[in-house]
């Protein structure tokens, strides 16, 4: 398991600790809302309230026995408790405890990620306005297309960034359910009155209908929108490595003063952070697929489902926890290059405008397919002959007998090509700060 990675608050929330804090919580608001409809003894449940609690060591010990670990801390809290404890865990079955208060885990976890994703989205947009007008070559199949800014391409982070905020948030309610159904869903031995009211003491909304476990189909869309998120932070981590190649040398995430890239090689500045959230990702990506598989049990449950989620929660969780407060303070340390980015805008020899010349050839009455020969003769002379794409073309008398030298010269203006900047900036973030 990958907890070293992970904040403390994340940690705790997936510590045995806090799985048995909501364990508790779930029997406690079962015996209070069973008190209030008279099915427990009031002082029963006031001294189940005062007196309730568990040590790890001491349910570790009794599930070497009983090889149930529900049954294991019922009877570690019993101990502690006496007599009242009869009504404790009254009228339930285990995955009634067990779901509900994995809900409330995995409801505080997502507040985490959406924390998280707030200050990504807040340090990203940042950067966007600082980089708004920066001139880069934009590129497609990895090839030169035609000039962008280095801010266009942070505001389209920035609006998947608020993608995958919706998408936690939608997944948050869909696993917000809690169950207190009984053994295959039935209600056999509580009413579904006593479900609601535990459920609104602890901020759930009652599963419609359940077996006797929550069905999992709300747990795999969970994991599947943490998987997109994190393909999310490998696909912009991906672009600063692209980046920080020598032969582009545009963008470079922070290198520390002291940090060492190689023990070999002094000269490394390595991408290793981004790496990083690239590697981490597969793991959330595969930890989705298992939680894909746990949506198909048998009749109204199996427990193959158990083992993998007491895995792949918590890894999922923890992992993206990191890599996203990594990638935020990556964003907010990187270096751009603009001098760079320019220089290799200028490595095509104009060729990167050929569209627009097509375009006012166009204009001027050339057929499409004639004007798109007459320009891709010039660009293919440019690249084998290494020579300059506007002097070629002023040297080309089909083209010349068309535009003129300075209509030649506007379709090469950098401010033409990016004039309609704020008006993309304007539909990601609103009024500029």
């Given amino acids: 398991m990958i907890r070293r990675y992970a904040q403390p608050a994340m940690s705790a929330i997936w510590a045995e600790q806090r799985r048995f804090e909501t364990w508790l919580a779930v029997e406690l608001a079962a015996t209070d809302t069973m008190a209030e409809a008279g099915i427990v003894p009031a002082d029963a449940a006031r001294e189940l309230r005062d007196k309730a609690g568990f040590d790890i060591a001491r349910i570790d010990e009794i599930e ?40 409330l885990q995995m409801r505080e976890a997502c507040d985490l ?6 200050a990504l989205a807040a340090a990203i947009k940042v950067r966007a306005f600082e980089h708004k007008r920066m001139p880069m070559m934009g590129r497609t199949h990895g090839v030169h297309a035609e000039p962008m800014t280095f801010g ?38 509580l009413p579904p009155e006593i479900e609601a009211g535990v459920c609104q003491r602890l901020g759930l909304t009652p599963a419609p209908i359940a077996t006797q476990v929550i069905s999992r189909d709300r747990h795999a869309e969970l994991m599947t929108t943490l998987a997109i ?63 894909l598989e746990n949506v198909a049990l048998w009749h109204e449950r199996d427990i193959s489902h158990s083992s993998v989620e007491r895995v792949i929660l918590p890894d999922s969780f923890l992992a993206l926890d990191h890599m996203i407060r990594r990638f935020t303070r990556i964003v907010a340390g990187m270096v751009a290059y603009p001098e760079r980015m320019l220089e290799n805008i200028g490595r095509s020899r104009g060729v990167v405008f050929s569209g627009q010349v097509l375009l006012e050839l166009a204009r001027r009455g050339v057929s499409r397919e004639q004007a798109y020969l007459w320009v891709q003769r010039n660009a293919m002379r440019s690249f084998h002959e290494q020579r300059d794409f506007r002097e070629l073309l002023l040297a080309d008398t089909d083209i010349m007998g068309v535009l003129t030298r300075d209509e030649i010269d506007r379709t090469f203006s950098l401010d033409e090509q990016l004039r309609h900047v704020d008006t993309l900036f304007a539909r990601v973030f609103g009024q500029a700060p």
């Fill in 64 to 103: 070497q026995t009983t090889q149930h670990d529900v049954i294991a801390f019922t009877t570690a809290v019993a101990e502690r408790v006496g007599p009242a404890a009869r009504w404790l865990h009254f009228g339930l079955t285990s995955s009634d405890v067990v779901d509900t208060a994995l809900a």
């Fill in 113 to 118: 990620i959406l924390e998280d994703l707030d």
């Fill in 229 to 291: 998120t994190a393909a999310s932070l490998e696909k912009f981590a991906l672009e600063i490595r692209g980046l920080q190649k020598t032969e582009l040398g545009e963008v470079e995430e922070p290198f520390a003063k002291g940090q060492k890239g190689s023990s070999a090689m002094p000269h490394k500045r390595n991408p290793v952070g981004c790496e990083q959230v690239c590697g981490l990702a597969r793991i959330v990506r595969a930890n989705a697929v298992a939680a």
């Fill in 152 to 189: 266009l391409k942070l505001a389209l982070w920035y609006a998947e960034v608020q993608r995958d905020i919706v998408r936690v948030r939608r997944a948050r309610e869909a696993v917000s359910v809690g169950k207190i159904s009984g053994a295959v869903g039935t209600f056999a031995h």
